[in-house]
């Protein structure tokens, strides 16, 4: 370990806290040094809040190590006494959250031995998520155990007020470490043994310039109007230098989401119309030109989106963008012409390009002459050392040399992918390939599919893949599904997604062996820390510029500083990629500063930690006491049986949060039983709809209905979206069956007993449960268990004979449910119950008793404050309202 790692090790070991580090400094090896610390049977240790492909990365980087224990992955494949016998085993547990929630309510983890629990990816963590939840309940059963979470995302604690000290609170945490890339004791450590970097700055041509230009305008004019057409929404972080970053689709969301609803055609077109830009100006500096001429000539032409009223089609900046996207493909002989704005005149130069089949000259990516200039650099480096070595039995220069190992790391597969082809064919041979399927595209006509060979980890047996599609074949449709898709570099269509979990690409250039490896989009988030450990190279390429991976490579370097390692940096000069690559700087530089700024004036409370004998939680709902005497009234503990799916959700935490104590069980009927006779059925937005639609929720609501006096459906909506079923625009004045609402209506009419009730937030939901239970019983565990939905005590008299009939009858005086099915069998309808004797209701009841309370509650005179005249004409009432009480499989009709 470096000096500054020690360091951090020693300040996070001795006390619990959350470290934030700056990305690519090494979150994971100081992660791993502290599994291998406790990877021993006499500690128990939880590991939270990592995902398989970190499981995975940890267990093979310590059994590397040697480590004879290590750490054992807990998932839903094992059974309840499995885990119970696991727990007992001690050392370090990957658990899911789901599972060890579960386990921790019903006692199955010996909490008071468990020595501590660490949190990966901690900024993740909020109040209302299951980790959260975990770390309460440990602490209320343990109040020596560590807690220690982290992070090397110090962006996600700048947001929202006092945020990290709200998440310091969640953790149960007082310290909090900072450690930035411009901290002191890193910057000492990673100058002792500094990387040979060479920059690379590469100009653009004068047609990506102008294309650069065009697009930049248009976002901001996209910007413009959708501030302009939004005054009440914040918008400060909504500017073109957010733009060109990758976060920027989180910013819009954030901003907009809670308002989707209430925001105008034009404004959602707007943003649609933000995202597709980005998309063609990150594939300016990522691809080739042909690749770009195509998207914008799609985007262009395309029908659909004319037909959405895209404004930035019609703008001067869109002529531009269009006309020197062509001149890098068609040169000057096809672009003398003025393209005009009608969509005719579109149409008819469409028509011109698919005539032509030949190229002035195709302008060949910038990047790939520089990358080829440093290939032949390193050859030319390594030829010379061979000439200085002495020569040996096996010294020939054409043979790879293994110290001479490159690696080109870009952005994504697709990257990769035509950096191989560029090595292997050359920019024209690359360039007329891609033209010539653009030409059959445009004609109509399909082309071969390439057979590019893509050589991929020596693990993966299968050594070769044929890519599927190509890039340019994409129509517009496609193009924009995959967006999100090609933001995170695994673009199905320019190559074949790789199987392996390394994602590495090995290819033998210029004498030498070359890896590509893609930096985004890859199967292993940890796929450049297996990369450089494996392969050790000596030359790096950083075909696109990258934070992360240039802190990687320092902290690598001072790590190994026998082995020399030479850095070559590529980025176009004055360009979004190099306004990108900087704003990421300078967005985590004021995180850090903020941080820091915000530990020197956060206020925590002693027990904050949770370490004390005080309980975690707020006060469960005892309130002083109102005589004179003073103390505190005794009050039965609050308690909710949840269903054991619900435990994906928040809701669960957020009820335990309010002092409500929760027994997980498997419910049929129901997900949260708040009292004998209060069930609550929970449905999100999008599991409503679908249960309206496949009739599960009627179902759902028959089974409550039947076996709970007082059944409800909650609905309940997310934090961050809009408070509505429908959006407005889509709210029509005619009634439709297929509507939402109109079936909502219908089934509130088929259960009358159903009540809805509708909260914004689980927040909401939890404190509508504590309203609901307040002053009510508890409800019983083993009694819920036994209501199912398939049967009951009652199962075939229920489904014989209709619900309403059944209960009015169940209402009636000496009747209850052991002989109301007497009455229904002996008797056709109520009318007919009304005239029999009490010699024939004894006989049907079996109880002189019964039959007697039956008998008065029919024919004697009530003593209500009612009209005159209504005992009278009771015979003609009962008549006239008869209910019959025959099997709904005989057919018979109701009387009307």
Not at 756 to 784: D, H, I
């Amino acid at each position: 370990m470096l000096e500054f790692e020690n360091q951090i090790f020693l300040d996070t070991f001795q006390e619990d806290g959350l470290l934030i580090m700056s990305r690519g400094l090494g979150i994971n090896r100081i992660f791993a040094e502290f599994l291998k610390v406790y990877c021993d049977p006499a500690s128990l240790v939880l590991v939270l809040n990592t995902t398989p492909a970190d499981e995975s990365y940890f267990t093979e980087l310590l059994e590397k190590q040697g480590i004879s224990n290590p750490p054992k992955i807990i998932t839903n494949e094992i059974s309840a006494s499995e885990r119970q016998l696991t727990y007992a085993q001690g050392g370090v547990l990957f658990i899911t959250s789901r599972i060890l929630v579960v386990d921790l309510l019903t006692d199955r983890v010996p909490v008071e031995h468990v020595t501590g629990i660490m949190a990966y990816k901690a900024h993740k963590i909020i109040e209302s998520c299951q980790e959260a939840f975990i770390l309460r309940l440990y602490r209320q059963k343990n109040k020596t155990g560590f807690i220690k979470a982290f992070t090397d995302n110090p962006e996600a604690f700048t947001s929202g007020f006092c945020h990290v000290e709200r998440m310091m609170k969640n953790l149960h945490v007082k310290k909090l470490f900072l450690w930035p890339r411009f901290h002191a004791s890193v910057v000492s450590s990673l100058k002792k043994h500094k990387i040979d970097v060479v920059e690379v700055h590469q100009t653009m041509t004068p047609a990506m310039t102008a294309c650069q230009t065009s697009l930049l305008d248009l976002i901001n004019a996209c910007i413009t109007e959708l501030k302009r057409s939004n005054p009440s929404i914040d918008t400060d972080e909504i500017t073109v230098e957010n733009a060109l970053s990758k976060s920027f689709e989180t910013i819009i969301r954030l901003q907009l989401e809670p308002v989707w609803h209430q925001l105008s055609a034009r404004t959602r077109q707007l943003v649609a119309d933000l995202k597709t830009l980005r998309l063609i100006l990150r594939h300016l500096t990522q691809y080739d030109a042909v690749t770009f001429f195509s998207l914008v000539q799609s985007i262009r032409t395309s029908e659909k989106l004319f037909g959405q009223n895209t404004g930035w089609l019609f703008l001067d900046a869109a002529d531009s963008l269009y006309m020197q996207a062509k001149l890098r493909v068609y040169g000057n002989v096809q672009c003398s012409k003025s393209s005009s704005k009608t969509k005719e005149d579109n149409n008819g130069q469409e028509n011109s390009d698919e005539d032509e089949e030949t190229t002035n000259g195709l302008e060949l990516c910038p990047k790939w002459q520089a990358l080829s200039e440093i290939l032949e650099e390193i050859k030319q480096e390594e030829d010379d050392c061979v000439e200085i070595s002495p020569p040996g039995p096996s010294s020939a220069s054409d043979l790879p040399k293994p110290d001479a190992r490159i690696l080109i790391c870009a952005e994504d597969d697709r990257t990769c992918n035509q950096i191989k082809e560029y090595l292997c064919e050359g920019g024209e041979g690359l360039m007329n390939k891609l033209f010539q399927k653009y030409l059959a595209l445009r004609a109509g006509t399909k082309q071969q599919k390439p057979n590019v060979e893509i050589v991929k980890n020596k693990e993966d047996k299968k050594s070769s893949k044929v890519t599927k599609e190509d890039p340019v074949s994409l129509t517009l449709t496609q193009m924009l599904k995959n967006s999100n898709v090609e933001d995170a570099g695994n673009d199905k269509n320019g190559i074949e997604p790789l199987a392996t979990s390394k994602d590495i690409y090995f290819s033998m250039v210029l004498s030498a062996m070359t890896i590509i490896h893609p930096l985004h989009g890859c199967s292993d988030p940890h796929g450049m820390s297996r990369t450089l450990e494996e392969i050790q190279p000596k030359y790096v390429i950083l075909y696109d510029p990258e934070i992360s991976v240039v802190r990687q490579l320092e902290v690598y370097k001072a790590s190994r500083p026998s082995q020399q390692l030479r850095v070559y940096f590529m980025m176009y000069k004055e360009s979004v990629e190099e306004q990108r690559y900087l704003t990421m700087l300078r967005k985590e530089k004021e995180s850090f500063e903020y941080l820091i700024r915000e530990k020197a004036t956060m206020v925590i409370s002693e027990e904050q930690d949770g370490k004390s004998e005080d309980t975690l939680v707020r006060d469960r709902g005892q309130k002083a006491s109102s005589s004179r005497s003073g103390g505190i009234e005794p009050q039965q503990t609050q308690k909710i049986i949840v269903d054991m799916r619900e435990f994906r959700s928040e809701l669960p935490s957020l009820i335990h949060r309010r002092g409500i104590e929760i027994e997980p069980v498997t419910l049929e009927v129901g997900d949260y039983i708040l009292t004998p006779d209060i069930c609550v059925e929970r449905k999100s937005v999008s599991d409503l709809i679908g249960s309206l639609n496949n009739g599960r929720l009627y179902q759902q609501a028959l089974s409550m209905c039947r076996f709970y006096k007082k059944p409800m459906v909650l609905i309940e909506f997310d934090t961050n979206k809009p408070f509505a079923l429908q959006v407005k625009s889509s709210v029509s004045g005619d009634v439709s069956l297929n509507d939402i609402t109109t079936k909502l209506a219908i089934l509130t009419m088929q259960f009358p007993k159903l009540r809805l009730l509708w909260c914004p937030s689980p927040y909401a939901s939890s404190e509508l449960f504590e309203e609901l239970k307040e002053g009510r019983p508890q409800p019983n565990a083993e009694v819920a268990m036994t209501v199912t939905a398939v049967s009951s005590e009652m199962p075939d008299w229920t489904d014989r004979y209709s619900h309403g009939p059944q209960d009015f009858v169940l209402r009636m005086p000496g009747i209850n449910s052991k002989n109301y099915q007497s009455i229904l069998n002996k008797f056709k309808n109520l009318y007919e119950v009304s005239q029999a004797s009490l010699e024939q209701l004894t006989q049907a009841l079996g109880s002189s008793v019964h039959a007697q309370q039956l008998y008065d509650f029919m024919h004697k005179e009530q003593r209500v404050a009612i009209e005159t005249g209504a005992a009278g004409n009771s015979k003609k009432n009962w008549k006239g309202k008869g209910k019959e009480f025959n099997s709904k499989k005989k057919g018979v009709k109701r009387k009307k």
